[in-house]
């Protein structure tokens, strides 16, 4: 029962968020591919295998004392991918290494720190984060 409530908010939640990302073409046909391992090349030193979770979740911005003028407190993101330590989410808006974010999923919030971003794109911004703390909903 608290499982459905708290999916059903996170559902009332982001649909009050306007989705801004404007996704390249690349992005557009891998959100279409299959689901299997993420990609990586040969000079990328990864501590943990990646996982494409093509899924929406909310970012919020954790401490505003490091808040740029011009960025939201709160807005709509996709999630790219996932790994055991880390997060990597489409947003509109540029974030800058150690700010921290709150990643809200539909069974998940995250507790993260920005380790890196990439604009790919007019309203397109690549964002790895570092997950620092998790709280899992009981019944997920």
């Known amino acids: 029962m608290l499982e459905n409530d708290r999916q059903q908010s996170f559902g009332q939640l982001i649909a009050s968020l306007e989705m801004r990302i404007q996704l390249t073409d690349s992005l ?11 990609r990586t090349n040969l000079f990328e030193l990864r ?9 929406e979740c909310i970012t919020r911005v954790a401490d505003t ?3 740029m003028p011009g960025q939201e407190l709160e807005s709509r993101a996709i999630i790219q991918d996932l790994s055991r330590k880390g997060v990597g989410i489409i947003t509109h808006q540029q974030w800058y290494p150690e700010q921290a974010l709150e990643v809200q ?3 998940a919030t995250l507790s993260t720190r920005v380790a890196r971003t990439r604009k790919l794109g007019p309203f ?3 964002v790895g984060v570092i997950i620092v703390r998790h709280e899992i ?4």
């Open 47 to 55: 501590a943990s295998t990646r996982f494409p979770c093509h899924g």
């Open 124 to 126: 397109c911004f690549e």
């Open 137 to 140: 909903s009981e019944e997920s």
């Open 28 to 38: 557009m046909e891998l959100f279409g591919s299959e689901r299997s391992v993420a």
């Open 105 to 107: 999923m539909p069974t």
């Open 65 to 67: 004392t490091f808040r």
